[in-house]
């Protein structure tokens, strides 16, 4: 059963730091290109981050090119969101999600439960 | 990026009877287009990529078509359970990806 768990949400204040990290699980992680989402309080899902399998590419959404890094470590099946500079606008659910396919592009066919990130003084 | 934009934003359909959701991109994607649902507290749920190719485990009634910027998602007759939140998306391997603002199907 594939598996994505998120951690390292909180509460940080507005020019601050915070790394996320996302476990997988139940599948060959070194295959799937990875994904975080993001979507606040009662808005629509934003994609933010992409990065191929081996890490060798990545891309990032226009508001948050320059301030955020999308990452893995394949030896520890982990993903991670380096966040840096944060803004009150980036205060949201994170969710990690994983390509529905190995052969790229491929949409995201799972995604984890989520972690809350909360920017505020 | 490639900006999607979903009509109408809410739709209000009776039990049984067929939605249909549209999704317009600023630029062709080709069929590199997907279709979500979301329900409250859940994460989101693949039904549809490849523009027209049900995911695993999506009911029939779920059906997508279209192809360059123009896109339709149909629920042929609405259960209970497809009351929710849709999405489409973009993807490919080069541009930033980006999802419509969702329509929300309701109860009339």
């Known amino acids: 059963e594939v598996q994505l768990v998120e951690s390292g949400g909180g509460l940080v204040q507005p020019g601050g730091s915070l790394r996320l990290s996302c476990a997988a699980s139940?599948?060959?992680?070194?295959?799937?290109?990875m994904h975080w989402v993001r979507q606040a309080p009662g808005k629509g899902l934003v994609w933010v981050s992409r990065?191929?399998?081996?890490?060798?590419?990545?891309s990032h959404a226009d508001s948050v090119r320059g301030r955020f890094t999308i990452s893995r470590d394949n030896a520890k099946n982990t993903l991670y969101l380096q966040m840096n500079s944060v803004r009150a606008e980036d205060t949201a659910v994170y969710y990690c999600?994983?390509?529905?396919?190995?052969?790229?592009?491929?949409?995201?066919?799972?995604w984890g439960q989520g972690t809350l990130v909360t920017v505020s003084s | 990026e490639i900006v999607m934009t979903q009509s109408p934003a809410t739709l209000s359909v009776s039990p049984g009877e067929r939605a249909t959701l549209s999704c317009r991109a600023s630029?062709?994607?080709?069929?590199?287009l997907a279709w979500y649902q979301q329900k409250p507290g859940q994460a989101p749920r693949l039904l549809i990529y490849?523009?027209?190719t049900r995911a695993t485990g999506i009911p029939a009634r779920f059906s997508g078509s279209g192809s360059g910027t123009e896109f339709t998602l149909t629920i042929s007759s609405l259960q209970s359970e497809d009351f929710a939140l849709y999405y489409c998306?973009?993807?490919?391997?080069?541009?930033?990806?980006?999802f419509g603002q969702g329509t929300k199907v309701e109860i009339k």
């Open positions: 490849g523009a027209s």
């Open positions: 990065i191929n399998s081996d890490g060798s590419s990545t």
């Open positions: 630029q062709s994607v080709t069929n590199n």
């Open positions: 139940g599948f060959t992680f070194s295959n799937y290109w």
């Open positions: 999600a994983r390509a529905d396919a190995v052969v790229a592009p491929a949409a995201i066919g799972y």
């Open positions: 998306q973009h993807y490919d391997n080069w541009l930033a990806w980006t």
